[in-house]
């Protein structure tokens, strides 16, 4: 069994910052891609940002220059540093994980149960 744990979310005024974490736990041999995806209020599921084992990142559009996504492989954790915050990054961000389990050979997804993110002022 694999679990995917967030936290850092919360309420923030617009131009703010906050720093989410997501900590992978259990059967794991690898993780291979870590990652951000958000989910407004009526909206999909969208990405937010990327990063390999070997530290190749990859940001949405409306984010670049302003989010910072990190990983420490050690710890199996990933981060997402959010910086100027807009009130339109209101969203439930959720972390996923490509990891391969304890007698696995190909890599199954996985999500955290969600943190709220809220702008506002």
């Known amino acids: 069994q694999v679990q995917l744990v967030e936290s850092g979310g919360g309420l923030v005024q617009p131009g703010g910052s906050l720093r989410l974490s997501c900590s992978a736990s259990?059967?794991?041999?690898?993780?291979?891609?870590m990652g951000w995806y958000r989910q407004a209020p009526g909206s999909q599921r969208e990405l937010v940002a990327t990063i390999t084992r070997g530290g190749s990142t990859n940001y949405v559009d409306s984010v670049k220059g302003r989010f910072t996504i990190s990983r420490d492989n050690a710890k199996n954790t990933v981060y997402l540093q959010m910086n100027s915050l807009k009130p339109e990054d209101t969203a439930v961000y959720y972390c996923?994980?490509?990891?391969?389990?304890?007698?696995?050979?190909?890599?199954?997804?996985?999500w955290g149960q969600g943190t709220h993110v809220t702008v506002s002022s």
């Open positions: 259990g059967s794991i041999v690898t993780i291979i891609t």
């Open positions: 996923n994980a490509e990891i391969v389990r304890i007698g696995g050979f190909l890599p199954d997804d996985y």
